[in-house]
């Protein structure tokens, strides 16, 4: 849909079309990428929440085998029954109660996740398991820099929330003042259309307006 508004707007040409769908397999890498960043955001979240929920389980006296299986429990009050966490930690339980190990499970878990903590946490834990190491101080400092990470990226995100906006706004400014042009004044852009020098023209905005998009996206695309 998107590209059958910019092929009228830009060249007022419906065949057009077809020539910019080339472009969306790098248009749907962009916002795959955003959705990915949103669902990792989310993981980490619920990766906080069972790390904390599972320190407060071995400070009771739990070994980590039953402080993960109660952790299951507890994740199951907070999201719901399809929420990642709660099936990683489920088949976790399971996995427990056909004497895998633990720390082969949380290794698992941060491959397929590949988030950066929770490599981090496994990583640790294996060696920590291996050497004798205080697990419940493992589990602590992992909550603890999981919340001060989450906590910096979204003062973070507040911050530059009015900038995205005012990014998004002026991303949709030239099309609203093209379609504007095309509507009010349909004479004064119509020399730009069904011609070489026309097209070459807007072809060149096109590109510009492009890569202009996308250098907003990069500047309001700050990671922690």
């Known amino acids: 849909m998107l590209d059958v508004v910019i092929s009228l707007l830009f060249f007022d040409s419906l065949p057009a079309a077809a020539v910019l769908a080339g472009a969306y397999p790098f248009y749907r890498r962009i916002t ?7 669902e990792l955001g989310e993981v980490r979240g619920q990766f906080l929440d069972a790390m904390q929920i599972t320190g407060a389980n071995l400070q009771t006296g739990y070994s980590i085998e039953n402080a993960v299986s109660e952790t299951v429990s507890e994740l199951k009050r907070i999201y719901p029954e399809d929420a990642c966490m709660v099936r990683e930690f489920s088949y976790m339980r399971t996995q427990l109660a056909l004497n895998r190990t633990a720390e082969e499970l949380f290794l698992s878990l941060a491959e397929r996740y590949r988030v950066e903590e929770i490599e981090t946490f496994a990583q640790l834990f294996q060696t920590t398991r291996r050497t004798g190491g205080d697990l419940v101080l493992i589990v602590r400092n992992t909550a603890v820099s999981m ?6 990226s979204r003062e973070i995100e507040t911050i530059l929330s009015g900038k995205v906006m005012e990014q998004n706004v002026m991303s949709l400014m030239p099309l609203v003042i093209l379609a504007y042009v095309r509507l009010s004044s349909p004479e004064f852009i119509r020399p730009v259309y069904h011609n070489p020098a026309g097209i070459c023209v807007m072809s060149i905005c096109l590109a510009v307006y492009a890569a202009a998009w996308m250098w907003g996206r990069k500047i309001v695309d700050i990671r922690v």
């Open 147 to 152: 919340r001060q990470r989450m906590e910096t």
């Open 32 to 38: 795959k990428d955003l959705i990915l960043k949103k």
